[in-house]
């Protein structure tokens, strides 16, 4: 056993008794307490070099070694003196660790070597070392690998991406050979800017360096492959990789479940349990986004069991995505009951579970859970903000969103761009189309999807002419029109009957490939039916490989707009004969058909296909049931159906009412309309055509001029030529030619052909030559 001739301990800085750290050599031991100051393991070091630490020291050596190590203003000072002439009489010894200081305890500069540091605010500094620094050239000192590693990541931290890239080149062109670590930094960069030309630079690299079998580089790999769109080029990363844990195969099936390949991914978290791989929180994450991206709940259940069985369940993360699969899958009950049975929630979990309520159609709910989260001090993020504006936007509830605009104003995401286009869409979708522009005009940055939502905005508050000249802006800054952008412009051009528009939105479709995406071939189909051209519909209709309902649908309404009602119940029969199923609006289509035919065995027929199919309560199929009925004289049919409705709008009472006047049923048709009122039905000019027509045919005058008189009064109703065609010819068959002449002189507006025949005619009834010869020169 050594015996030691000499000791020298140095107290702990904290005043504790920590474990002590031991130089010793040649029969000296020196103790220190792990809390002492960093610049007495740097006294050590130099008295280390300058005895040798062999053989014993003198008397004399000691008494100096112990006055210099105890001796701040003496011994100290000249050691460090010492370290800095080292210094800068050949920098290029040292690396620079200035840049990646996470507090003042870090050195400054330490030797490649010894490992000897130096502080920039040293308390025994030279006075001369601030000036030699000065006068230092600029990349004299390297940094290490470690401090260039370690800068690479703090800006990937801070989202600067490019800046990553830039110091990438600049490290290698100092000469500095990066490693593992550094690779990984980069290609996070690459991935999160999605910048695949320089990715795949550095892969290159990284196969020159021998890294690509790191689990690590090859799991950055295929994570940046993914995030980029080419998910080809990860999986051979993935299978270039000499083994695979449990975090490349994590990324492998993220980056499926994230490019839409939901049930490849299902196949890798499969495949990767018959290798013996066992799964971690984040391979089920990733297994649960791709259940929910394709809609596989049976396979996300299975997967719950898992979960469960192997102690996940209490994950927050893992917790998160259970509720956001369930949710997206349809199933908000086990959505609830799986954020019922966490112990914690997070944004995340919250985020999943309001827009699941949004999903599903509940945006009442989904509000209520916003605000129970902010109760609950949970602060939203830009995911809950997007979540929250979409509930407005279906409820139409204005005053809402603009509450939740505030918050994301306090909260400093105005300006973030999912949350920008959500406040566009949300303003557009509540009518506000002001509040949308106001909102699109001062995004510092728009992508097609802001364009997007701007342009149906325009077009859902009936301005098509200015989505269209909203197009020709976002050509002219550059943006590509995707298939959204596309079926925005042709609803737009069908909305204001642009047909030449429409060409040659059509023209840019068919240079972009978009013409066989369905839902823009369904657009064209209809753009071109509202636009008169059946010919061209016809054509685009034939070429759709797999048409959809919409496209049938589309067609189908425009033959009845067009009047070959006939020709739109032979689509209507072909299109069931091919098996596509019919949604309400084909209903209404089929009996719009059957109504203008008068065909009512037809009707009848159509009628036990909407029950059949459950949509017999949908308001807008309902009321094409009593007009169909109304128009084809079975009014106790039209009854029946109007009494069963769960729920009554101004169409279906308004349906109603034609009926009831079609029909000469004049006391009920005022009787219905008395109801309406009561009822607090808000009543338009269709309605008070049906009034007015009721009491024309019934011979009211006195009520007909009462309610004609009363429409822009009471109503706030301006009146038609419908509705003053209907009141000249209630006074005309009353026999009052002189007041229905009077009241064609004072309309503001032309009278149309049918006006004056219905005043010539009753001037043939009542024997008027003379009116009649007059009325016959003006209506020729």
Not at 107 to 123: A, Y
Not at 398 to 416: A, C, N, P, T
């Amino acid at each position: 056993m050594c015996s030691f001739a000499r000791e020298v301990q140095f107290p702990s800085s904290t005043g504790t008794t920590p474990s002590l750290q031991q130089y010793e050599s040649g029969g000296i031991r020196i103790r220190v307490h792990a809390g002492v100051s960093p610049v007495y393991h740097t006294q050590l070091q130099f008295l280390q070099q300058s005895v040798g630490w062999s053989g014993t020291l003198s008397t004399a050596q000691w008494s100096d070694t112990k006055e210099q190590l105890r001796s701040p203003s003496g011994g100290q000072k000249r050691i460090v003196e010492k370290l800095w002439r080292e210094f800068f009489s050949d920098p290029s010894q040292w690396w620079d660790h200035r840049s990646e200081k996470a507090n003042t305890r870090y050195p400054d500069f330490k030797h490649k070597m010894t490992h000897e540091s130096l502080w920039l605010n040293g308390k025994f500094n030279p006075s001369w070392v601030e000036a030699e620094l000065a006068a230092l050239v600029p990349g004299t000192v390297q940094m290490s690998l470690f401090s260039w590693n370690a800068m690479l990541e703090r800006c990937v931290e801070a989202g600067q991406y490019q800046k990553v890239i830039k110091l990438f080149l600049q490290m290698q062109q100092e000469g500095m050979v990066p490693n593992r670590f550094t690779f990984v930094q980069v290609l996070n960069a690459c991935a999160s800017s999605q910048a695949l030309q320089e990715g795949t630079c550095i892969h290159s690299q990284i196969i020159q360096s021998g890294c690509e079998s790191d689990v690590y580089v090859g799991s950055s790999l295929i994570n940046m492959y993914a995030k980029c769109g080419s998910i080809d080029d990860a999986a051979r990363a993935f299978n270039n990789m000499a083994t695979h844990d449990v975090v490349a195969w994590s990324t492998m099936i993220l980056a499926h479940a994230k490019c839409g390949q939901g049930q490849k991914a299902l196949t890798l978290f499969r495949r990767m349990q018959q290798e013996g791989v066992e799964p971690n929180s984040v391979t089920f994450v990733a297994a649960l986004n791709a259940c929910a991206n394709i809609a596989a709940i049976d396979e996300g259940r299975d997967i719950h069991k898992q979960i469960i069985q192997s102690g996940y369940e209490s994950n927050l993360f893992v917790g998160s995505s259970l509720v956001d699969m369930y949710a997206k899958c349809g199933s908000i009950v086990d959505a609830q009951r799986v954020f019922n049975k966490m112990t914690t929630h997070d944004v995340v979990s919250w985020s999943a579970m309001i827009l699941g309520h949004v999903k599903c159609g509940q945006g009442e709910k989904a509000l209520e859970l916003f605000q129970q989260m902010q109760c609950e001090g949970v602060k939203p993020d830009h995911v809950t903000f997007v979540a929250v504006l979409n509930a407005c936007a279906s409820l139409m509830a204005l005053e809402e969103g603009r509450r939740v605009h505030e918050d994301i104003i306090q909260s400093d995401f105005e300006y973030h761009l999912f949350v920008g286009n959500s406040l566009v869409d949300m303003y557009a979708k509540c009518g506000s189309i002001e509040e949308a522009w106001s909102v699109f005009s001062k995004m510092p940055t728009r992508n097609v999807v802001t364009w997007n939502a701007m342009i149906l905005g325009y077009v859902k508050c009936g301005q098509g002419h200015k989505a269209l000249e909203l197009s020709q802006q976002m050509k002219s800054k550059g943006v590509q029109p995707d298939p959204v952008t596309f079926v925005g412009l042709l609803n737009a051009c069908a909305s204001v009957v642009a047909l030449e528009e429409g060409r040659h939105v059509h023209v840019q479709i068919t240079e972009s490939g978009c013409e066989s995406d369905v839902f823009v071939a369904s657009s064209l189909v209809d753009m071109y039916a509202k636009c008169g051209s059946m010919e061209d519909a016809e054509k685009v209709f034939n070429r759709i490989s797999t048409r959809n309902v919409v496209a049938w649908n589309a067609m189908i309404l425009g033959h009845i707009k067009c009047g070959e009602a006939q020709k739109a119940l032979e689509l209507y029969a072909q299109m069931q004969c091919e098996g596509v199923q019919s949604d309400h609006v084909t209903f209404v289509g089929a009996l719009n058909a059957c109504a203008n035919l008068v065909a009512l065995e037809e009707g009848r027929r159509v009628h036990e296909q909407v029950v059949w199919s459950g949509c017999e309560s949908d308001i807008f199929v309902g009321s094409s049931l009593v007009d169909m009925y109304a128009k084809c004289g079975s009014i106790e049919d039209a009854k029946g159906v109007f009494n069963r409705m769960p729920a009554h709008d101004v169409v279906s009472w308004t349906a109603m009412l034609g009926g009831y006047a079609m029909h000469g049923h004049a006391e009920e048709a005022l009787g219905h309309f008395e109801r309406m009122c009561e009822e607090g039905v808000d009543i338009n000019n269709f309605t008070f055509v049906s009034l007015l027509s009721a009491c024309s045919h019934a011979g009211l005058v006195d009520e007909g001029l009462h309610y004609f008189q009363s429409m822009g009064l009471v109503y706030c109703t301006s009146a038609t030529v419908q509705h003053y065609a209907c009141v000249v010819d209630l006074l005309a068959r009353a026999g009052c030619l002189e007041e229905a002449e009077d009241l064609i002189e004072m309309m503001s507006g032309e009278p149309d052909a049918a006006m004056w025949m219905s005043l010539l005619g009753a001037c043939r009834v009542h024997a008027n030559v003379e009116m009649r010869d007059g009325v016959g020169k003006v209506s020729s």
